[in-house]
Structures are given as structure tokens and as C-alpha cells.
């Protein structure tokens, strides 16, 4: 029988921390041999699916990471955080703000593409060719979104987002130390080659940061979820320099400037 004492205890189960009065654990671990002795990424993938990833893996995810920090106040996610610090609330206001624009146009195209690169390899893991496994992921992907794929081409870099490359040149050396399987490397190269043939549409950082997250095993929706806690540091570093700049109330456009007026009689 089930006492009110144990129903309230475990009204909320976690594996995650166990915390009593004097007393921090995170999965296992006492906090006081964790601070000083791993890294911040580690400590990401300790807390997010547990176990700790060998040093070579760490530092591949480490470069995902640093890789999407920013992309300027161009970025709808960073102008909203810029614009709500200028409005009076606070610097977690602001990066709220700023988070919360991270959606599946904005923010997504990481997950997206790791759905896409699951499903390929899914179909090669139960006996298809790689060939019919690619065309057959890509047709799936071409029903449900159209032709365009998450992770290729960029409205702001052409012909090359400068990020992917470095990263598709740690993921292939990581592949090579026998640090990953390389799988999800080679399904995106044939997706860049497949969709080279017909336009150039070179790869972009969700396309290259989803082959890490894949690569090292994350499930396909944590990949926004790491793309969230790596452009909070970008939103955070511009709310803070907003806030260090003054500025009041400042919307999307000089206030010299006035949106087009759709005039209807």
C-alpha cells in the first residue's frame, strides 16, 4: 500500500539528481568531483543522456557546439533579444526572449536534418542498399516537406556557410581515429552530392552539427535542444552589450522609418 508520504516523494521521479540537505548528486556522481575535474560539455552530455563520452568525443561535441553560438543581430532570435533589453526587463528577460524565437523555421533545420539522416540510416540498418536508402529517405523527406531539406543552403552564406566545413573536417578525422562510425558523415555527403547534381547547395551548420549530434548517438530532438543551449550564449552576449549600449525601446527599424501601409479603401 502506497502511503501519502511516498505518493508526494514520487509526485516528480528523476534519475537525474539526487539532492538532500548537504547532499548534490548528478547521476551517480557527487557535484563536489565533478566541479574542477570535467568540462562544461561533458557535464551537457553527463546531465542529458548520462554516462560520460570519451575525450575525443567530448571535443567533437564541444565543436558543434562553439560552432552555433552566434549569427548577429540579422538573426530574428538575436534582434529580439537586443530589442526586449532595451524595454526595461531583465537580462534573463531578454534571453528568454531571444530563446523562445527558436522554432522549427528558425532553430529547427538541426532536428530536421537528423530526422533525415536517421531515416537513411534506419533503411541501410535493415538490409537496403545505400543507394536505394538515400533515395528512398530523401523521396519520404520530399512528401512530407517539399523539396527543399533542412541542414543545405543558406539564404545569408553563398555559396559557403564557413562553419560546416571545419566541422564535416573534425567528423571525418574523428571517423578515420575510429572516434565514430562515420555513417551519418558519408549520408550526408551523398545528400550533398545528390543535391550538388542539380544546384549548388552546399552544406550549412545544421547540416554538419546534426551529422555530430547523430554521430555521437543524441535522439534526433535533442539536436534543438543543443542548438538552444549553444545560440543562448550568442543571445546572452548580445542582450548583455545592449544592455551596456542603452537604447530605449528600440524596434525592428529606425523610427525614421515607417512599415509600407496596405492602404484599403
Not at 172 to 201: C, H, M, P, T
Request: proline share 6%; hydrophobic share 40%; aromatic share 8%.
Amino acid at each position: 500500500m502506497i502511503n501519502d508520504s511516498d505518493e508526494i516523494r514520487d509526485w516528480w521521479r528523476t534519475s537525474i539528481i539526487d539532492m538532500s540537505p548537504g547532499k548534490i548528486s548528478f547521476r551517480g556522481s557527487p557535484i563536489e568531483n565533478l566541479i574542477g575535474n570535467i568540462s562544461f560539455p561533458q557535464m551537457i552530455w553527463k546531465m542529458v543522456r548520462g554516462g560520460a563520452p570519451t575525450e575525443a568525443q567530448a571535443a567533437l561535441f564541444e565543436a558543434a557546439l562553439v560552432a552555433g553560438v552566434d549569427h548577429g543581430p540579422q538573426a530574428p532570435s538575436i534582434a529580439a533579444a537586443r530589442m526586449a533589453a532595451t524595454c526595461g526587463v531583465g537580462i534573463n528577460n531578454a534571453m528568454a526572449t531571444g530563446i523562445n524565437m527558436l522554432g522549427n523555421v528558425h532553430g529547427g533545420a538541426g532536428e530536421q536534418c537528423a530526422e533525415l539522416y536517421y531515416d537513411i540510416a534506419s533503411r541501410i540498418n535493415n538490409g537496403a542498399s545505400f543507394d536505394l536508402a538515400l533515395s528512398g529517405g530523401l523521396s519520404n523527406w520530399e512528401n512530407k516537406n517539399g523539396k527543399i531539406i533542412s541542414g543545405f543552403g543558406h539564404r545569408f552564406h553563398k555559396p559557403i556557410d564557413p562553419r560546416a566545413p571545419r566541422l564535416m573536417e573534425l567528423v571525418r578525422n574523428a571517423s578515420e581515429e575510429n572516434v565514430i562510425s562515420g555513417q551519418f558523415y558519408d549520408i550526408a555527403e551523398a545528400i550533398q552530392l545528390y543535391l550538388s547534381s542539380k544546384k549548388e547547395i552546399p552544406m550549412n551548420i545544421d547540416g554538419a552539427t546534426a551529422v555530430i549530434f547523430c554521430e555521437l548517438g543524441f535522439p534526433a530532438p535533442l539536436a534543438r535542444g543543443l542548438f538552444c543551449l549553444s545560440r543562448s550564449v550568442g543571445i546572452l552576449a548580445h542582450s548583455w552589450e545592449q544592455i551596456e549600449q542603452g537604447g530605449r525601446n528600440k524596434g525592428p527599424m529606425p523610427i525614421k522609418y515607417l512599415p509600407t501601409y496596405d492602404a484599403k479603401e
